[in-house]
């Protein structure tokens, strides 16, 4: 029997990465999207998969395959449609999922044979299985399925030395908060658990010494989180990953962290201004407490990625010289910047919407580097220029020193972090497309006028 020849895409979503001569490297951790699907394809399917993120290897346009499944997120959908376009002339039978096409299902549906909608797991071999047998439908849905027994990722099909953090597992789904941004909260999954032995088991079985959680929260069930942990103790391993600002209120948890590995995390601040928590349902996040959770986190040796937003609406143009002199003093070890972007599904995106205050629906500048709505106390070009302005500042050669000096025997995670945005600068500063057009229109004109130029494991 003919292999099916498989493409998995997932495009370019413009990842800090470094790049000397044909090397390209991501600054992220590896993505387990295309790796689980590919691990998914049934036993009795004869296939060829080839394995394409888009941030470090090359498309290849010129080959000829069977079904090309692209998963996109909101900022990249614009690129996946045309890669769809392009791959469907030559023959190909197109399959779009992803987060977007899950919030934004009959405008992907226009740009491919079939979409799965929500989780893949089951969706995606139901899908192969029907392609085979000549019985494609148009959509496939499904949400939260089990995740015991769950297929270990394909690693050996990602790009060799293609990602500073190569060995990517999880153990949770979804996330119990409401954070009105986030499109997480809006998709119809709900919060689930691996069985602890299964993680462990394929923890265990990655040779390298360092792993990452990419769990969006993964201290959302304290007791399977100490379930997890205690598990991990005796592997060894060093480990990142995600969790809220409450860490700082549960220092048993946070010694558990500590004995289980942990040395990296990424934490959400969002913002100096309780007011803007309480506004974006993350008033569990609490400023007042930020000098005692960075204290206590770098007395663990745990380096810390800060993450900021600006656009809120009691933010001032006075904010980024506030916020950077707040980041220094605090001593974040690697700060992360993001423009306030309200993603479509989110009560964000429906209450700047209904405030007329979204400038357009060009989903390509919905990637949290571009302003895409009108901001309450300042222009939307007075928020671009601020924000330009505290990463260059942030990562000039003092502010890096006084954030990092004493970092101790991380200093090398700190560095390397701090050297990726460094290097982002250039790019961002040379960025001019920075705004499609500058009057604001409703979502309806926007989106028709979108309509007219556009060429966990979700798919």
């Not at 044979?113 to 899908?127: C, F, M, N, Q, Y």
């Not at 460094?422 to 961002?428: G, P, S």
């Amino acid at each position: 029997m003919k292999k099916m020849r498989i493409l998995l895409i997932m495009p370019d979503a413009r990842i800090h990465r470094l790049k000397i001569g044909p090397l390209v490297s991501s600054f992220r951790e590896a993505p387990l999207t295309l790796t689980t699907l590919a691990a998914l394809i049934p036993d009795d399917i004869s296939s060829r998969v080839w394995v394409v993120d888009e941030s470090v290897d090359r498309v290849p346009w010129h080959h000829s395959f069977d079904l090309v499944a692209i998963s996109c997120l909101t900022g990249t959908a614009p690129r996946a449609y045309a890669i769809a376009h392009h791959f469907r002339q030559k023959g190909a039978v197109i399959v779009l999922g992803g987060v977007h096409v899950t919030l934004r299902p009959d405008e992907a549906a226009q740009h491919s044979d079939t979409i799965v909608i929500g989780d893949a797991e089951r969706s995606w071999p139901k899908l192969l299985h029907d392609f085979q047998h000549h019985r494609l439908k148009s959509r496939y849905e499904d949400h939260g399925p089990s995740l015991a027994s769950y297929p270990v990722a394909r690693r050996d099909l990602q790009k060799r030395f293609g990602y500073m953090s190569p060995n990517t597992v999880f153990a949770t789904r979804g996330c119990k908060n409401r954070c009105d941004f986030c499109t997480v909260a809006s998709l119809p999954s709900t919060w689930q658990t691996r069985p602890v032995h299964e993680v462990i088991d394929e923890i265990r079985s990655i040779r390298s010494r360092r792993i990452v959680f990419n769990d969006v929260s993964l201290l959302e069930d304290r007791e399977y989180a100490k379930e997890l942990f205690t598990a991990l103790v005796p592997l060894r391993k060093k480990w990142g990953g995600l969790c809220t600002a409450e860490i700082v209120r549960d220092d048993e948890m946070l010694e558990l962290m500590h004995a289980s590995g942990c040395i990296y995390l990424l934490i959400g601040l969002e913002s100096f201004s309780r007011d803007n928590l309480v506004r974006i349902a993350k008033g569990f996040n609490r400023p007042a407490e930020y000098q005692e959770l960075m204290t206590k986190l770098h007395a663990k040796n745990i380096v810390v990625q800060g993450c900021f937003i600006f656009g809120f609406d009691d933010d001032t143009p006075e904010i980024f010289d506030q916020t950077l002199d707040t980041v220094n003093d605090l001593k974040i070890d690697i700060p992360r910047y993001a423009i306030y972007t309200p993603y479509p599904g989110t009560p964000a995106f429906d209450r700047l919407d209904a405030e007329n205050r979204l400038l357009h629906t060009k989903w390509q500048y919905y990637d949290t580097q571009h302003v895409v709505f009108q901001p309450k106390q300042m222009s939307a070009k007075e928020l671009d220029n601020g924000f330009r302005r505290i990463y260059t500042r942030t990562f000039s050669i003092p502010s890096i020193t006084k954030r990092t000096l004493g970092t101790g025997k991380y200093f090398p995670i700190t560095f390397m972090g701090n050297l990726a945005y460094k290097r982002y600068i250039k790019r961002l500063q040379n960025d001019l497309d920075r705004f499609p057009f500058h009057r604001s229109v409703s979502v309806t004109e926007s989106t028709h006028a979108e309509s007219q130029i556009s060429t966990g494991c979700t798919l």
